[in-house]
């Protein structure tokens, strides 16, 4: 019984997020943005990816170099170092990324008047599409 009350409040907790998030008879208006194409299309994007594919290149030629000199028990404890600091690097690009689409899509919402800008699958009902926009702005 009490998990039936703890689904139901939930439930309805979520549907009265939903309608605030999206501006339930307010004059707010909503943006949309479809992030798989920014991540297609963008040039800061690819940027990105260059970075990355040089710090891994750079960190298996650095592999490779340590292989001959080291021991096998020795090289896989490199080789466990060099993956941690790849995945660190990667996490760092990727924070960097977001942020950069943080702050350009609250430039783009300002300049549109827009009060909120929502991933566009999240938005049924369509909205004011900021995609071409923040590709323009990630260059």
């Known amino acids: 019984m009490k ?16 309608g605030m998030l999206a501006g339930c008879g307010g004059e707010d208006r909503v943006g949309v943005v479809d992030l ?8 800061l994007v690819q940027k990105y990816k260059e970075k990355t594919e040089e710090k891994q290149k750079s960190v298996t030629e650095e592999l490779q170099k340590a292989q001959s ?12 170092q060099s993956q941690q600091e790849l ?9 960097q990324f977001m942020s950069d689409i943080q702050t350009n899509l609250g430039e783009i919402a300002k300049e549109k008047e827009v009060g909120i800008v929502m991933v566009k699958e999240a938005v049924p009902n369509g909205g004011i599409d900021v995609t071409d926009e923040l590709i323009a702005k990630l260059q």
């Open 36 to 43: 798989e194409r920014v991540r297609k299309e963008a040039p």
């Open 69 to 80: 000199t080291m021991s096998a028990e020795d090289f896989q404890k490199k080789q466990q």
């Open 87 to 95: 995945n660190i690097f990667a996490a760092s690009m990727q924070r």
């Open 3 to 18: 998990t039936m009350w703890k689904r139901l409040t939930a439930a309805a907790l979520l549907t009265l997020c939903v």
